[in-house]
């Protein structure tokens, strides 16, 4: 018996967009990509051409007037998530959303109410890491209480200096909602989700140091902050856009029994080579690299909640601490003050 297939649309063909259209349209077998959305024309149409897409948009709304689709992926820049989502449920469709799912407490909330409307549509915020490998793993370990209580957790998130041009075009162009919204946001839902906290009180500081163009945007090059989460426990953030050796994501929890790290060393593959400039390792050089897997088994499990008719382990509400917490330290950056989230 042929088994049914989920019919997508995505919109955003972009960096990120490209590969989730490629995952959708011949890594899943229980999906088919039927169509694609980009203001940029000639981006649809390629995508069309080259991989025999029937359906092209560069009208959102107009996308959303397709019934033959039943699932929405957004990975269109941020700015547009909140209202494309609520269009998207309106419109009777489950919505996969990259993240942050909004740049604001108002959207954020929006996006929330928008969601109980439509308690039978899926909705998934775009959290891969917790599809990851190693992070799905680590999990496991903490739940079986192998590093006891966690106390404190350190995360690392950059991106590489070589990828900065490319960065600032895309900020000079759209509301990435800076630097703690945008990057550090998958380290603040790892944090809310190896913790099981809430946060309530932060401290984030930030500057432009080797590109002042990251000032004149009134975002930060690299930038730290500092949380409480509830049960007084502790987390500590890096997050910069200038990492001279590539990608590197790192996450360490020290735990009342024992620690664990992950990504310590943000290494490609298993080659050393030894010459005159000592024993060297090749790092990943960007998200799309380091998680191949991730972006690939989160979609699988979208795909596979429409057709089982079940609710995805990652909700809305997943969405929204992150969220929350990235405004908190854009706040708390801006103004130079501890900042103080209702809980
Ligand atoms: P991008 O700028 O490379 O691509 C954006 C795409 O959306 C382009 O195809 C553009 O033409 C299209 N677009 C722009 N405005 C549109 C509109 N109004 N309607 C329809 N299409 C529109 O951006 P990138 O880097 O691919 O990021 C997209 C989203 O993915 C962002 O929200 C970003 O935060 C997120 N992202 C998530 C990552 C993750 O690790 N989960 C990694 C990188 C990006």
């Known amino acids: 018996m042929k088994k049914r297939k989920v019919k ?9 967009g490209y590969h989730h259209a490629k995952n959708l349209a011949f890594r899943i077998p229980g999906c088919e990509l039927i169509a694609v959305c980009s203001v940029v024309e000639e981006e649809v149409k390629e995508v069309q051409e080259k991989w025999g897409i029937p359906y092209g948009y560069t009208d959102y709304d107009e996308m959303l007037g397709n019934r033959e ?42 996006v929330e109410k928008a969601v109980s409307r439509y308690p039978d549509q899926v909705f ?43 960065f600032l075009k895309y900020a000079k162009n759209h509301d990435s909602g800076g630097l703690f919204l945008d990057m550090a946001v998958h380290d603040f839902d790892l944090a809310c989700w190896f913790l099981n906290a809430e946060p309530e009180e932060v401290w984030a500081i930030g500057g432009s140091y080797a590109r002042p163009e990251f000032a004149g945007l009134g975002d930060a090059e690299t930038g730290a ?18 990492c001279a050796h590539g990608y590197h994501i790192e996450t360490e929890i020290i735990g009342t029994k024992g620690s664990l790290r992950i990504g310590t060393v943000p290494e490609k593959n298993q080659v050393m080579i030894f010459n005159e400039t000592g024993v060297v390792k090749q790092c990943v050089d960007g998200f799309l690299e380091r998680f191949e897997q991730a972006y690939l088994s989160e979609a699988e499990e979208f795909i596979r909640c429409i057709l089982e008719h079940r609710r995805p382990p990652v909700r809305v509400q997943d969405g929204i601490k992150p969220t929350l917490l990235g405004y908190a330290c854009k706040k708390s950056f801006e103004t130079a003050s501890l900042v103080r989230m209702k809980s």
């Open 8 to 16: 997508v649309g995505i919109v955003g063909l972009g960096r990120l």
């Open 124 to 166: 998934m915020p775009g959290f891969m890491r917790r599809f990851d490998r190693s992070y799905s793993d680590a999990k496991k370990m903490m739940d079986r209480g192998e590093i006891g209580d966690p106390v404190l957790i350190r995360c690392y998130g950059l991106d590489p200096a070589g990828q900065m041009d490319s």
């Open 225 to 242: 902050a500092m949380v409480r989460f509830s049960g007084n426990r502790m987390g500590i953030f890096v997050a910069g856009r200038n």
């Open 69 to 110: 689709m039943e699932a929405v992926f957004i990975a269109s820049p941020s700015a547009f998530h909140c209202e494309q989502i609520e269009k998207a449920l309106k419109a009777g469709f489950h919505v996969f959303s990259e993240k942050p799912i909004g740049l604001s407490p108002a959207e954020a909330e929006r």
